[in-house]
């Protein structure tokens, strides 16, 4: 019953998706594909070498050295955790990467959930930035940053939530209790346990020098969507991409599609338009986005398949 629902519910970004097709010029938008420069696309593509080195070096700034792995192989950890992201709702595969560190699965996971709370984090505090100024001028969508402002105090009320061991004990225990099956009930208490434990004596001077390097990551990886831009012939600037990129991808963790299928190009649609840019050319842009990311997320299935015992 509750897969059933589930799945419907991630029907809802593959009907947003149906629906902007339907209202749209189709012949546009496969013409704005044919024309795509693919020299500037594989320049996009480039930049994902230097944006994941620099998103897999930050993470290891988190990892005691004991548990720490070498950086190729946190790349290839990286890449293989963002392929699983890809085809879990709310990327929440991305924690799969815990599994290449040499600790403990709950001090692992702890490190995984660290470094993703920053970049959200980060996210949050650009994609406010950016609604005030692309809607500032606009009455009737200005509202959209109350409502952005909203889901950013519920996503710090969440991470209070989570902090708090005694609180999240208390709402798992009949999970735990009727739902987990017995011969996983010892291993999940025991990881439970150490992230909590780990939680308490990780270091905050890492923890910030995860985030000084996230917001250098995203800057850096911001350069793949300018290019995709170029690739598309949105000859958008520098600074318009990341007014935009920050909402695009945070859009694409609402559980509610898989890969982010309907509410990334609705969203895209919205936030573009602001540059005089049509719906088609929006929508090749954010599906620019979607095969990129496919890409990447389809070499890390493979690691994730293959390389497991990756040394």
Same mark, same amino acid.
């Given at each position: 019953? /509750?897969?059933?629902?589930?799945?419907?519910?991630?029907?809802?970004?593959?009907?947003?998706?149906?629906?902007?097709?339907?209202?749209?010029?189709?012949?546009?938008? +496969?013409?704005?594909?044919?024309?795509? =420069?693919?020299?500037?696309?594989? #320049?996009?593509?480039?930049?994902?070498?230097?944006s994941v080195t620099l998103k897999s070096f930050k993470w290891l700034l988190i990892v005691?050295?004991?548990?720490?792995?070498?950086?190729?192989?946190?790349?290839?950890?990286?890449?293989?955790?963002?392929?699983?992201?890809? +085809?879990?709702?709310?990327?929440?595969?991305?924690?799969?990467?815990?599994?290449?560190?040499?600790?403990?699965?709950?001090?692992?996971?702890?490190?995984?959930?660290?470094?993703?709370?920053?970049?959200?984090?980060?996210?949050?505090?650009?994609? #406010?930035?950016?609604?005030?100024?692309?809607?500032?001028?606009?009455?009737?969508?200005?509202?959209?940053?109350?409502?952005?402002?909203?889901?950013?105090?519920?996503?710090?009320?969440?991470?209070? +939530?989570?902090?708090? *061991?005694?609180?999240?004990? $208390?709402?798992?225990?009949?999970?735990?209790?009727?739902? #987990?099956? *017995?011969?996983?009930?010892?291993? %999940?208490? *025991?990881?439970?346990?150490?992230?909590?434990? =780990?939680? @308490?004596?990780? @270091?905050?001077?890492?923890?910030?020098?995860?985030?000084?390097?996230?917001?250098?990551?995203?800057?850096?990886?911001?350069? /793949?969507?300018?290019?995709?831009?170029?690739?598309?012939?949105?000859?958008?600037?520098?600074?318009?991409?990341?007014?935009?990129?920050?909402?695009?991808?945070? +859009?694409?963790? %609402?559980?509610?599609?898989?890969?982010? %299928?309907?509410?990334?190009?609705?969203?895209?649609?919205?936030?573009?338009?602001?540059?005089?840019?049509?719906? @088609?050319?929006?929508?090749?842009?954010?599906?620019?986005?979607?095969?990129?990311?496919?890409?990447?997320?389809?070499?890390?299935?493979?690691?994730?398949?293959?390389? $497991?015992?990756?040394?």
């Amino acid at each position: 019953m /509750q897969k059933r629902y589930s799945k419907l519910f991630v029907l809802i970004g593959i009907g947003i998706f149906i629906y902007l097709l339907s209202n749209i010029d189709l012949a546009i938008l +496969v013409n704005s594909f044919r024309k795509l =420069n693919l020299l500037l696309f594989l #320049i996009s593509l480039a930049f994902i070498i230097p944006s994941v080195t620099l998103k897999s070096f930050k993470w290891l700034l988190i990892v005691d050295k004991k548990d720490r792995i070498p950086l190729p192989k946190a790349i290839v950890a990286w890449v293989a955790g963002f392929g699983a992201g890809m +085809v879990t709702p709310g990327k929440v595969g991305n924690f799969l990467r815990a599994k290449f560190l040499k600790g403990k699965l709950g001090k692992s996971l702890l490190t995984v959930f660290v470094d993703r709370i920053n970049d959200v984090f980060l996210l949050f505090i650009l994609g #406010i930035f950016s609604i005030f100024i692309l809607f500032s001028n606009k009455n009737s969508l200005f509202n959209l940053s109350y409502l952005f402002i909203l889901f950013f105090i519920l996503f710090l009320i969440l991470i209070l +939530v989570l902090r708090n *061991e005694k609180l999240i004990r $208390k709402i798992a225990k009949p999970f735990y209790k009727y739902l #987990i099956p *017995e011969k996983f009930k010892k291993s %999940i208490g *025991e990881n439970f346990n150490i992230f909590y434990r =780990n939680f @308490e004596k990780l @270091e905050k001077r890492k923890i910030l020098g995860n985030f000084l390097l996230t917001i250098l990551a995203w800057f850096v990886g911001f350069l /793949q969507y300018w290019f995709l831009s170029f690739a598309f012939g949105l000859n958008l600037s520098y600074f318009s991409i990341c007014l935009i990129t920050p909402i695009l991808l945070l +859009v694409q963790l %609402i559980p509610i599609s898989i890969s982010g %299928i309907g509410t990334r190009e609705a969203t895209s649609v919205l936030l573009l338009s602001s540059f005089g840019i049509s719906p @088609e050319l929006a929508i090749a842009f954010s599906l620019g986005i979607m095969v990129k990311d496919y890409i990447i997320g389809g070499i890390g299935l493979i690691f994730w398949f293959k390389v $497991k015992n990756f040394d």
